[in-house]
């Protein structure tokens, strides 16, 4: 008999071989579009953090406030002793900003989603999920029992048909910003099939809160829709937000029931209080700073003119999230080494995350790249594809 998980070892290899295999990347200095990476100055060009606060002096300093009041770990869990003033607060804020009755913070937005799909569906209900969903959101619907259904990308015709087939509660879920592609789901579809098929509407807009809409209020303000249209809001406050963790805004039956219900809240530590002041301190740059989502539209207008000239195959993305296709994984890792001895870091994303076949270059864009920083990415990728001739 061969040892136990004596495969593991070959099963690395075999990724490797592939183009599939993941290494981290160690950085040293503060979150930007300017990064030391293993000792390498490089332009930032895969970040989450869209409006460039993750090192925002106000935030900055509105944490380093609260860990001379409150200290750094909270303690305990939220229904303990770990739930403060500086989360109270950040809740009711959150709140006011997505226009719902109550907010609940969650400690990262993988929580948030296995605890809240696990939390309002179970065995005899039906839980449809977008295929191109989150793996948070696939594998909360996994969890909770209930007949999981995934309907074909943004395809309505294939959920409505679904859904007529089902019984017992039906909870649609769906990403707001879908991560990999960069494009906005149909929520206003979405919202109308729930509404004809007694279902309820749940979105993770994780990459579309703080970034997209007037006021930054997401995919949800983009299509003008309410509480009453999607009962379920998730978003996260690691990226537009630049700090960390999660928070679900709806009804307040949906936060007392998720309070009571999700194992993923009861059972794990709260986030620290000084990351709550953080937040709170960023929410209000979101709501005042309105230039910072202009630019970013300018600068994603910018970069796929640029990008189509040079023959790139982009995405129907109109989000800060430009994949360029590359198809073949090691050919993505390839180029994305390239850049990286150029001077920008742009991660290769390759099959599980996506399909098979569809590696990319997953290029990000915050509110502090330049309009130069752009044409010197385009002009690499251009070098790139000059010697690939």
């Known amino acids: 008999m061969p040892p136990p998980f004596s495969e593991l070892a070959a099963n690395l290899d075999d990724l490797a071989l592939q183009g599939l295999y993941r290494s981290r990347r160690v950085s040293a200095s503060p979150q930007g579009i300017k990064l030391d990476i293993d000792g390498k100055a490089v332009v930032n060009f895969c970040s989450n953090d869209y409006l460039g606060l993750a090192n925002h002096p106000d935030v900055v300093n509105a944490f380093k406030a609260a860990v001379d009041q409150y200290g750094v770990g909270s303690g305990s869990a939220h229904l303990i002793c770990g739930h403060s003033a500086a989360h109270h607060a950040l809740e009711e804020e959150l709140a006011e900003f997505t226009g719902r009755d109550r907010a609940l913070l969650f400690s990262t937005g993988y929580m948030a989603n296995l605890g809240v799909i696990s939390a309002l569906v179970g065995r005899g209900d039906a839980v449809f999920e977008d295929r191109l969903n989150h793996a948070s959101l696939l594998d909360g619907g996994l969890l909770s029992g209930a007949r999981f259904k995934r309907y074909a990308h943004g395809d309505l015709g294939n959920l409505e048909d679904k859904l007529a087939q089902a019984s017992g509660n039906k909870l649609i879920v769906s990403d707001g910003v879908f991560s990999m592609d960069g494009d906005v789901a149909p929520l206003d579809k979405l919202a109308l099939a729930a509404k004809n098929h007694q279902a309820w509407l749940m979105v993770d807009d994780a990459h579309g809160l703080g970034v997209i809409g007037a006021q930054g209020g997401g995919v949800l303000e983009h299509y003008g829709l309410t509480q009453q249209d999607v009962p379920v809001l998730m978003g996260t406050l690691g990226k537009g937000f ?27 530590t709260a986030l620290p209080a000084s990351v709550a002041e953080a937040t709170r301190a960023s929410l209000k740059i979101v709501s005042a700073e309105s230039w910072r989502r202009d630019k970013l539209i300018n600068l994603t207008e910018r970069f796929r003119l640029g990008a189509a000239q040079l023959g790139l195959t982009l995405m129907d993305s109109s989000s800060a999230i430009q994949p360029v296709l590359i198809g073949d994984s090691q050919k993505a890792v390839d180029i994305s080494n390239t850049l990286m001895e150029a001077g920008f870091l742009v991660s290769a ?35 790139i594809i000059l010697k690939q001739k």
Do not use: N
């Not at 960390?244 to 194992?263: H, M, N, Y």
């Not at 599980?352 to 290029?363: D, H």
């Open 242 to 268: 630049g700090t960390f963790g999660a928070f679900v805004a709806g009804s307040e039956d949906l936060i007392e029931t998720l309070i009571q219900k999700a194992r993923t809240y009861i059972y794990t």
């Open 349 to 383: 994303i390759r099959p599980p995350t996506v399909m098979q076949g569809s590696a990319r270059l997953r290029v990000t864009f915050s509110a502090l790249h330049e309009p130069l920083h752009v044409d010197q990415l385009l002009d690499a990728l251009q070098q």
